[in-house]
Structure formats: C-alpha cells, structure tokens
C-alpha cells in the first residue's frame, strides 16, 4: 500500500490542494495545511527580491495571520527528498511537535510523512 493510499480523506484533500497550487501557480512547491476548525490554507513558494519562502512556510503564515490557534496537519508538493527543517519548524510552531507533514512529489504521491517535531 503506497502513503497516499492511506491517508484519510481530510489529508488526501490538502495533498491535492498543495498540488493544484503547484500546478496552477507555475511554482516549485505548493502546499496547504488544515487548522484546528478544519480551515485550510493553501500557497507556492514566495520568491521576491526581498522575500523568500517556501510554500509550506507561507502557508503557515497565512494560517497565523487568519487566527488559526494550531494545525491538525500539513503538506506539500515538491521536488525535494525530504522536508526542511525551517518548513518543519514552522509547522512545529503553530501545530506541536506531533503534527503530520505529507511530502509528495509533483504525481501527487506521497513520499514521506514526518512529524513536525
């Protein structure tokens, strides 16, 4: 059984979601995460001459700056091998040390699940 496959239907949506965010912004991550009410928030990768961040950290940010008090669970679509450890601490923050991340590649496959913590 592949990751994917057994994820829930609330994590199998902000897979999606992080790689719709992907697609259609032309970026090299997406990435959504799910807060305490269900809410989620979707972003790409921020990469301005005078600001740059990941699409994990600024989906964190979005969810701060909407009054999310903690996230129930994370991911993102990317390229990379494994999660960085600024995207997990930025998770960690807001959601505790426990709190899923999905990594998937750019197929939507998820590759790794690591705890924020």
Same mark, same amino acid.
């Given at each position: ?37 269900? &809410? +989620?928030? *979707? =972003?790409?990768? #921020? @990469?301005?001459?005078?600001?740059? $961040?990941? !699409?994990? &950290? +600024?989906? *964190? =940010?979005?969810? #701060? @700056?909407?009054?999310?008090?903690? $996230?129930? !669970? ?44």
């Amino acid at each position: 059984m592949t990751e994917s496959a057994a994820l829930g239907p609330e994590d199998r949506k902000i897979v999606t979601l992080a790689r719709s965010a992907r697609a259609r912004n032309g970026v090299p991550e997406g990435a959504a995460v799910r807060d305490e009410t269900g &809410r +989620t928030y *979707v =972003a790409g990768t #921020v @990469a301005l001459d005078s600001l740059r $961040l990941s !699409a994990l &950290r +600024t989906a *964190v =940010a979005m969810a #701060v @700056a909407s009054g999310a008090e903690s $996230l129930e !669970a994370a991911a993102v679509v990317s390229g990379a091998e494994k999660v960085s450890d600024e995207d997990l601490a930025a998770v960690r923050d807001l959601g505790g040390a426990g709190t899923p991340v999905f990594l998937a590649g750019p197929d939507g496959e998820v590759r790794v699940r690591a705890e924020a913590g």
